[in-house]
């Protein structure tokens, strides 16, 4: 699980360690287990909210991790055309390349450790596949989609995108130098990372070492989530048991904490973990397929404007190849 990596971790800013005379630890409120399915044209995903309740994930509103799979030279899938509308999409990849392009003319690569953020906003056509070259190569293809709600205020703004490169994301150590952190929205320890976000919310991908600790300061108004990508260890300072593919949901207070098993397996050498957080929004969400409103007759609109093609059209490069989206 290369993304971004640094020969001397040492080297690094650190997080400083937290003070437990003047910190309050958040307790885990759940662990939950993301069942497994597939997305687009048949690429396999595990579903990481499944079975968690919205106000718990609030501002975020769904999660994938995309693979992790070895495709064979011809296997590599990605997704039709399709609309968005409401929301910000968050795709990072890991392992493998993604290619992009959107009904505005935009496009471009996802590879390794790259971010691409996507604000839908009040409506964009893309559509997301791997490159010819890995089609006919096969490899090793891993990442996650991330979806961010928006406030009523914003539900119709312009979409955007922001292309985050691996180079930019913001690097620290943790205390002892046992973990890697990588800021990609958001603030850890003073060290923001490049991700411009509309609603509020703070992203790492940490990388700890067998039998290594890790602590991070968390804003108190944010909600805190912890996704293992790979690997096996506990969270909180109750040291609840989680392994990959498991979401741990922690209450109140201003630090979260997860810690490495002092063994992991040959795939998995050390323990891979996405925190995220944000600001809660508190509005009715009403979400169907790709569109994240407030109101039923808001999705209603969406889905009629989809329809009407004016969510944008399919750009006259594309269209002959691809098609129409579903």
């Given at each position: 699980?290369?993304?971004?990596?640094?020969?001397?971790?040492?080297?690094?800013?650190?997080?400083?360690?937290?003070?437990?005379?003047?910190?309050?630890?958040?307790?885990?409120?759940?662990?939950?287990?993301?069942?497994?399915?597939?997305?687009?044209?048949?690429?396999?995903?595990?579903?990481?909210?499944?079975?968690?309740?919205?106000?718990?994930?609030?501002?975020?509103?769904?999660?994938?991790?995309?693979?992790?799979?070895?495709?064979?030279?011809?296997?590599?899938?990605?997704?039709?055309?399709?609309?968005?509308?409401?929301?910000?999409?968050?795709?990072?990849?890991?392992?493998?390349?993604?290619?992009?392009?959107?009904?505005?003319?935009?496009?471009?690569?996802?590879?390794?450790?790259?971010?691409?953020?996507?604000?839908?906003?009040?409506?964009?056509?893309?559509?997301?596949?791997?490159?010819?070259?890995?089609?006919?190569?096969?490899?090793?293809?891993?990442?996650?989609?991330?979806?961010?709600?928006?406030p009523k205020a914003l539900?119709?703004?312009?979409?955007?995108?922001?292309?985050?490169?691996?180079?930019?994301?913001?690097?620290?150590?943790?205390?002892?130098?046992?973990?890697?952190?990588?800021?990609?929205?958001?603030?850890?320890?003073?060290?923001?990372?490049?991700?411009?976000?509309?609603?509020?919310?703070?992203?790492v991908h940490a990388t700890?070492?067998?039998?290594?600790?890790?602590?991070?300061?968390?804003?108190?108004?944010?909600?805190?989530?912890?996704?293992?990508?790979?690997?096996?260890?506990?969270?909180?300072?109750?040291?609840?048991?989680?392994?990959?593919?498991?979401?741990?949901?922690?209450?109140?207070?201003?630090?979260?904490?997860?810690?490495?098993?002092?063994?992991?397996?040959?795939?998995?050498?050390?323990?891979?973990?996405?925190?995220?957080?944000?600001?809660?929004?508190?509005?009715?969400?009403?979400?169907?397929?790709?569109?994240?409103?407030?109101?039923?007759?808001?999705?209603?609109?969406?889905?009629?404007?989809?329809?009407?093609?004016?969510?944008?059209?399919?750009?006259?490069?594309?269209?002959?190849?691809?098609?129409?989206?579903?």
């Open positions: 699980m290369p993304a971004v990596t640094v020969e001397d971790i040492l080297v690094l800013p650190r997080v400083p360690a937290s003070d437990p005379a003047t910190t309050h630890p958040r307790p885990v409120t759940s662990v939950t287990t993301a069942p497994r399915g597939f997305e687009g044209e048949g690429f396999p995903v595990r579903r990481a909210f499944a079975g968690v309740d919205l106000r718990a994930l609030d501002p975020f509103i769904h999660m994938d991790q995309m693979g992790e799979v070895e495709y064979a030279p011809g296997e590599p899938k990605g997704t039709p055309w399709h609309p968005h509308r409401g929301f910000e999409t968050v795709t990072y990849m890991i392992d493998g390349e993604m290619a992009h392009s959107d009904s505005n003319g935009g496009g471009g690569l996802i590879a390794g450790g790259d971010t691409q953020w996507m604000t839908a906003g009040a409506g964009i056509l893309h559509i997301e596949t791997p490159p010819e070259h890995l089609v006919m190569s096969g490899g090793l293809f891993h990442g996650f989609q991330l979806w961010v709600n928006l539900k119709f703004a312009s979409p955007r995108y922001q292309d985050i490169r691996a180079t930019n994301v913001a690097l620290l150590s943790s205390a002892d130098g046992g973990a890697l952190v990588r800021v990609i929205a958001g603030e850890v320890a003073g060290h923001a990372g490049p991700g411009s976000t509309h609603t509020p919310i703070t992203l700890v070492s067998p039998g290594a600790t890790l602590s991070l300061p968390w804003r108190t108004e944010f909600n805190a989530l912890a996704y293992v990508l790979a690997g096996r260890g506990a969270v909180g300072d109750e040291r609840r048991p989680i392994e990959a593919g498991q979401l741990a949901v922690f209450g109140a207070g201003d630090t979260v904490t997860v810690a490495a098993g002092s063994s992991q397996d040959g795939r998995s050498p050390q323990l891979d973990v996405l925190f995220l957080g944000g600001l809660p929004i508190r509005e009715p969400v009403v979400a169907y397929g790709p569109f994240v409103m407030n109101t039923k007759a808001e999705l209603i609109q969406a889905f009629e404007d989809y329809q009407a093609g004016r969510l944008g059209s399919i750009p006259a490069a594309h269209a002959d190849v691809h098609g129409q989206a579903d």
